[in-house]
């Protein structure tokens, strides 16, 4: 039987760090950096020496207030939308960002986005709805929920917990790690990334 595995994206995260792997922040389009979530997971699905079937992919991210921003709001509605069209193993988990009292001066954060993913990863591990759980972000937050499912691993090895990273070649490129386990980290590089990126522009309606 081939291993199930769930991919969690803290899209967010994914987003940066990709323009910042492989574009120009200040000068490249926003468009820039946005990937498919089901390209991806099933990207880093494939690899590995053990067969592998995905199960789900889980993207967490924040979502603009409608009142406050209407354009954003609707531009990251149409964007979620799109992914869950694509298969029912995406699903779409988002909060309202939270806007600090001098807003627009200071811009809105997110807030929760990494408490939902890690409860996910855990909760999902201890009902042993998955066999490889990769999340992919750069969120130390999310180290004590790699830690708990490590704790949780059987005679079998099961379940496993990876991380997923892009890779620059010649820079430093961050990932996820742990002390208690040396965590497995699927390196995407440029080519990697070409192949599973988004040009949508989704601000068009």
């Known amino acids: 039987m081939p291993d199930r595995i769930v991919v969690f994206l803290d899209y967010q995260n994914v987003y940066r760090r990709a323009r910042g792997a ?3 922040e200040v000068n490249d ?3 820039n950096g946005q990937i498919n979530p089901l390209a991806l997971a099933l990207l880093i699905a494939s690899r590995g020496t053990v067969t592998r079937e995905l199960k789900q992919v889980r993207v967490y991210r924040g ?3 409608s009142a406050k921003q209407p354009d954003s709001y609707g531009a990251n509605l149409r964007q979620c939308e799109a992914w869950e069209h694509l298969s029912l193993a995406v699903n779409v988990t988002t909060r309202t960002l939270r806007y600090p009292l001098n807003w627009p001066a200071e811009r809105a954060q997110e807030k ?8 996910d990863f855990v909760v999902m591990a201890v009902r042993g709805e998955y066999d490889v759980g990769v999340i992919m972000s750069t969120d130390t937050d999310l180290k004590p929920a790699l830690e708990a499912v490590t704790t949780l691993r059987g005679v079998n090895a099961y379940p496993r917990s990876e991380v997923a990273a892009w890779s620059v ?3 430093h ?4 790690a742990i002390n208690a386990a040396n965590l497995w980290c699927h390196w995407l590089n440029k080519q990697d990334y070409e192949s599973v990126a988004d040009a949508t522009d989704y601000n068009l309606p």
């Open 22 to 24: 492989f574009h120009d």
């Open 29 to 31: 389009p926003a468009v």
């Open 63 to 65: 979502r603009p207030d």
């Open 112 to 119: 929760g986005i990494d408490v939902s993913l890690a409860v």
């Open 169 to 171: 070649p010649g820079g």
């Open 173 to 176: 490129s961050r990932r996820l």
